[in-house]
């Protein structure tokens, strides 16, 4: 069994690794962390924008934390070169480390786009800590916002804009809001929503140009009046950091997406080199199809199974459910699956009175995709994105309930009862064991 | 070792609700039914009814979903929310495919079935023992009751 193992990033899969093999092995291993920033959690950053938390609470370890767990920690170093064959890594000061076994769990980045301008100052991204720092510093009361993008992410950071009580402009290239998220029947329902909780939403907008002036950004806009903003936040898109692994000896993918190519138990074509996250193209448990998800679940679990299989366990996994949840203004919206299928069978319904929306996708007898919205102090809406989850991910047979739920796409909650969805889901577990309580470095819950 | 957890018998349910009004008292402090955790579904036209709350399951779903580590096991074996630790982010609500994650709109929270700390306020409500809090192996409690209470409505295409 490999007694030193290397994990290159300190994210959401990276720590999940570290913490299986400990769970695992009790210590008895070598840990290596390689890890450009901190560990923390990406997933609250927008909870520290809008000052419901410390930034100390985003830290998912600390140093102390660390050596608790016996992890030999390379904070600040990241990664160069990977020479799989001769089992080396090379950090960015020239330091060789050589390991038994390699996690590449480097995650992915920020992009903006290639205009004039988007690297001036006052122009952010909200994805790292840091990032996240300088925006906490320049959205101020009555300043004006504008997010260029209205995808996952810069609706992850609304609320928190909102709560510092800047004022909010959204620029959309695209003809609608989230159009990778949920379809346009749920994204007219949520602009709607946010046009009435005072966002300004411009969709179909291409920025051309940002200019800085007496201390201001000017938005030109291709065909339209130009945008004046104090801060802007470029919400374009995220690229996995990959680069670093050209002529690794690892296969990647040439496929839209790209991405490690890896096995059912997340090894790269180096059996010794493990990818997690962003950067591993693992298997979509619905379509079967191997792409990279770029989700915090998909992440967490990634990272779980490799650290049991370092730890010498043999986890096979079935794949990942893309899913994805936001809460704008107190309407909760969220989708599963494969919710975007022309071959598929689609029921929907809106309550337009009340928000509401449901959005079934079926392939045969099974729910293969779901797309729900609906305000997030109605009890339905939370039970529901449960049962969506479940009955996706389950895949259990709908055949006899398709003609209520046809007619009914609000009611699923007998279908999923009477379908024995619980007997179904009961055995599974992603590790073959029952999971572990965390177990959260004391240090990093007190501080 | 076989810990306690809720079983539930629910051709023994009369739909009294008490459950969801005792559960809600726990849950918040106030008698609300619309906060409660255990959910009493109702079947065949509200003559018959299946309590249904978390199962307490293996892999627990909401807890290694949770970013920030507010989801433990607490003393009773119960999948418990950490308030403080919890930013609300509702990660919990789309891992649980159960869906017995349940948010807070007021405390912008999670929260869940914590089994009471040990002593299940539901359990102890329950006039028709629907609801009894013993050793056994969780199970899927009312999957067969539900087939069965909706075949037939299924079958006219009424349901």
Redesign the interface.
């Known amino acids: 069994m490999a007694a030193r193992h290397l994990i290159v990033g300190g994210g959401t899969a990276g720590i999940n690794a570290i913490r299986t093999i400990r769970e695992e092995d009790g210590g008895a291993s070598e840990i290596t962390l390689v890890s450009a920033e901190r560990p923390y959690s990406r997933m609250v950053l927008p909870y520290y924008l809008g000052k419901q938390i410390a930034e100390s609470h985003v830290y998912t370890a600390t140093p102390a934390s660390l050596a608790a767990w016996k992890v030999k920690a390379l904070l600040g170093r990241r990664a160069a070169r990977l020479d799989a064959a001769a089992a080396t890594l090379t950090l960015d000061d020239g330091a060789n480390v050589p390991y038994d076994d390699c996690l590449i769990a480097t995650g992915s980045r920020a992009v903006k786009p290639a205009i004039p301008g988007a690297d001036g100052p006052g122009v952010h991204c909200f994805w790292t800590l840091e990032e996240a720092q300088r925006v906490v510093a320049g959205v101020t009361p009555g300043s004006r916002v504008v997010m260029v993008g209205a995808g996952f992410i810069a609706f992850t950071i609304l609320n928190a804009i909102l709560a510092r009580e800047a004022k909010l402009t959204i620029l959309e290239i695209a003809p609608r809001i989230l159009p990778r998220m949920v379809d346009a029947e749920c994204a007219g329902l949520v602009s709607r929503w946010l046009t009435r909780h005072g966002v300004t939403l411009r969709p179909g907008v291409t920025v051309t140009r940002i200019e800085e002036a007496r201390g201001k950004r000017r938005l030109h806009l291709k065909g339209g009046e130009p945008v004046t903003a104090d801060v802007v936040i470029m919400a374009t898109g995220i690229r996995p950091n990959l680069e670093w692994l050209e002529g690794s000896g690892l296969e990647l993918s040439g496929e839209p997406g790209g991405g490690v190519l890896v096995d059912d138990h997340l090894r790269s074509s180096v059996r010794t080199v493990y990818a997690a996250g962003d950067v591993a193209r693992g298997r979509n448990v619905v379509s079967g199809a191997h792409e990279v998800h770029a989700i915090e679940p998909t992440a967490q679990e990634h990272g779980r199974v490799v650290g049991a299989n370092m730890a010498g366990r043999d986890v096979a996994y079935p794949g990942s459910l893309v899913m994805n949840i936001v809460e704008v203004c107190h309407l909760d919206v969220a989708s599963f699956g494969q919710w975007e299928d022309e071959g598929a069978e689609v029921f929907s319904a809106v309550r337009p009175e009340r928000s509401q929306y449901r959005k079934l996708l079926f392939r045969g007898g099974r729910l293969t995709g779901a797309i729900i919205g609906g305000p997030s102090n109605d009890m339905w809406t939370t039970n529901d994105v449960g049962m969506l989850k479940g009955l996706v991910y389950a895949g259990v047979d709908l055949s006899a309930w398709k003609a209520h739920l046809a007619r009914h796409p609000f009611d699923i909650k007998p279908a999923f009862l009477a379908t024995r969805t619980v007997t179904s889901l009961l055995p599974r577990t992603i590790l073959g064991r029952p999971s572990h309580s965390p177990e959260l470095p004391t240090s990093v819950v007190v501080t | 070792m076989t810990v306690n957890v809720l079983v539930f018998h629910p051709d023994r349910c009369t739909g009294c609700l008490r459950c969801e009004l005792y559960c809600s008292y726990m849950q918040t402090g106030a008698f609300q039914p619309?906060?409660s955790v255990i959910?009493v579904?109702p079947?065949e036209g509200y003559t018959s009814y299946?309590p249904?709350t978390c199962?307490q399951?293996?892999?627990?779903w909401c807890?290694?979903?949770?970013?920030?580590?507010a989801?433990?096991?607490n003393a009773a074996s119960a999948k418990d929310v950490i308030d403080d630790?919890c930013?609300?982010?509702?990660?919990c609500?789309?891992?649980?495919?159960?869906?017995?994650?349940?948010?807070d709109?007021d405390s912008?929270k999670a929260y869940k079935c914590d089994l009471c700390g040990g002593r299940p306020a539901c359990a102890e409500a329950c006039p028709t023992q629907a609801i009894v809090f013993e050793a056994a192996t969780?199970?899927?409690w009312?999957?067969?009751f539900?087939?069965d209470?909706?075949?037939r409505v299924?079958a006219q295409?009424a349901?």
């Open positions: 619309a906060k959910r579904a079947m299946a249904y199962t399951c293996a892999e627990g807890m290694t979903a949770c970013p920030v580590g989801i433990h096991i630790r930013v609300g982010c509702k990660l609500t789309i891992a649980c495919p159960y869906g017995t994650m349940f948010y709109a912008q969780t199970a899927d009312v999957g067969d539900a087939a209470r909706t075949a299924l295409g349901a």
